[in-house]
């Protein structure tokens, strides 16, 4: 079964930095599509940023394109989120996630079947 855990959330300044990660088996990263999405207070989910199976092509949402970054480990089991010049309204709670990938859909309109639990982000 997937297995996805998100860490790394907490309190940080406007302005500040602060970097998610995300456990899962190379299994599961190697061959689907993986995201981070979050969900701000009074709004849907939505996705940040996602990558291709093998941890390639990345593509991030417009509201944090050039602050955030997807990263993987390729050498181990670890998926980060790079968050930088953090503002209030990236308060929200971060979900990893990984879905089967496909060619018609591609991984940022994927969809998206194992979630982690969530970590929280307050930006103040």
């Known amino acids: 079964q997937v297995q996805l855990v998100e860490s790394g959330g907490g309190s940080v300044q406007t302005g500040g930095s602060r970097r998610l990660a995300c456990e899962t088996s190379?299994?599961?990263?190697?061959?689907?599509?993986m995201g981070w999405f979050r969900q701000r207070p009074g709004k849907e989910r939505e996705v940040v940023a996602t990558?291709?199976?093998?941890?390639?092509?990345?593509q991030y949402d417009n509201n944090v394109r050039g602050r955030f970054t997807i990263i993987q480990d390729y050498t181990g089991t670890t998926m980060w989120l790079q968050m930088n010049n953090l503002k209030p309204e990236d308060t929200a709670m971060y979900y990893c996630?990984?879905?089967?990938?496909?060619?018609?859909?591609?991984?940022?309109?994927?969809?998206?079947?194992?979630w982690g639990q969530g970590t929280q982000v307050t930006v103040s």
């Open positions: 996630a990984s879905g089967e990938f496909s060619a018609s859909r591609g991984c940022f309109d994927g969809i998206y079947t194992y």
């Open positions: 190379k299994d599961v990263w190697s061959r689907n599509c």
């Open positions: 990558m291709d199976p093998g941890a390639r092509f990345p």
